[in-house]
């Protein structure tokens, strides 16, 4: 008596090209994870839009605040410069006071013509 081998011409399932079921990460839960990913990047997101335009107008806030102080540096410069013109020159200080205090040196005569 001979004994008689079973042949398969199929191969194993270890060798197998087709691909079994992901276990636990099958396709439901993997839409499932990729809804939850996308679900949290947009919670994330969402409320950050109204921070994002209040960073923007205060940065607006801020270009125009810094063209102000820049104005205001320079009409410090000029007050700056003016107070030393009072200061140290005579002819200067004499120009402001005679046209808006209507000073006068003596022997003469201010004529005022009204429109």
Same mark, same amino acid.
């Given at each position: 008596?001979?004994?008689?081998?079973? @042949?398969? =011409?199929?191969?194993?399932?270890?060798?197998? &090209?087709? #691909?079994?079921?992901?276990?636990?990460?099958?396709?439901?839960? %993997?839409?499932?994870?990729?809804?939850?990913?996308?679900?949290?990047c947009f919670a994330v997101a969402i409320?950050?839009?109204?921070?994002?335009?209040?960073?923007?107008?205060?940065?607006?806030?801020? @270009?125009? =605040?810094?063209?102000?102080?820049?104005?205001? &540096?320079? #009409?410090?410069?000029?007050?700056?410069?003016?107070?030393?013109? %009072?200061?140290?020159?005579?002819?200067?200080?004499?120009?402001?006071?005679?046209?808006?205090?209507?000073?006068?040196r003596k022997g003469e005569t201010i004529?005022?013509?009204?429109?």
């Open positions: 008596m001979g004994r008689y081998f079973r @042949v398969s =011409t199929e191969r194993s399932p270890e060798f197998s &090209e087709a #691909r079994g079921r992901l276990g636990f990460f099958g396709k439901p839960t %993997l839409v499932l994870f990729w809804f939850f990913i996308l679900a949290a409320p950050s839009i109204p921070q994002y335009h209040l960073l923007k107008e205060i940065e607006a806030e801020l @270009v125009e =605040t810094k063209e102000a102080e820049k104005q205001l &540096e320079r #009409r410090i410069q000029q007050l700056a410069a003016e107070v030393r013109a %009072l200061e140290d020159n005579p002819r200067y200080l004499e120009e402001r006071a005679r046209d808006p205090l209507r000073y006068m004529i005022k013509i009204q429109d």
